[in-house]
């Protein structure tokens, strides 16, 4: 069974940082595409960052450009966000997502924070608060 838990989540002050972590367990995420996304109270879902099969391409939101950083260690079978300069608007629960043989996405911002192209798993998220 594919499955991506998230962690590293928290409270932080504005301006913080914080590195998310996803974890897969019952597949290898070498094939995988790895798309991060976001989804604040009553906002939509909205794609922050994505990540190619080998780490060699990362695309990014332009409401994050700058301040996050995505990548993935193979061996370990995880992928990181790394969250900078933290603002309150970055207040969410925080998702990632997999998509197999995808790396074509991570050429196109549009395609990267498209959520309906990553098909084979989603975490269940964890919860970033920005907050004094």
């Known amino acids: 069974q594919l499955q991506l838990v998230e962690s590293g989540g928290g409270l932080v002050q504005p301006g913080g940082s914080l590195r998310l972590s996803c974890a897969a367990s019952?597949?290898?995420?070498?094939?995988?595409?790895i798309g991060w996304f976001r989804q604040a109270p009553g906002k939509e879902r909205e794609g922050v960052a994505c990540?190619?099969?080998?780490?060699?391409?990362?695309m990014y939101a332009d409401s994050v450009k700058g301040r996050f950083t995505i990548s993935r260690d193979n061996a370990k079978n995880t992928v990181y966000l790394r969250v900078n300069k933290l603002e309150p608007e970055d207040t969410a629960v925080y998702y990632c997502a997999a998509a197999m043989y995808a790396d074509g996405i991570t050429t196109s911002q549009a395609m990267c924070v498209d959520g309906n192209r990553y098909l084979e798993a989603w975490g269940q998220g964890t919860l970033v608060t920005v907050s004094s």
């Open positions: 019952g597949f290898s995420l070498d094939y995988y595409v």
């Open positions: 990540i190619s099969s080998s780490g060699g391409r990362t």
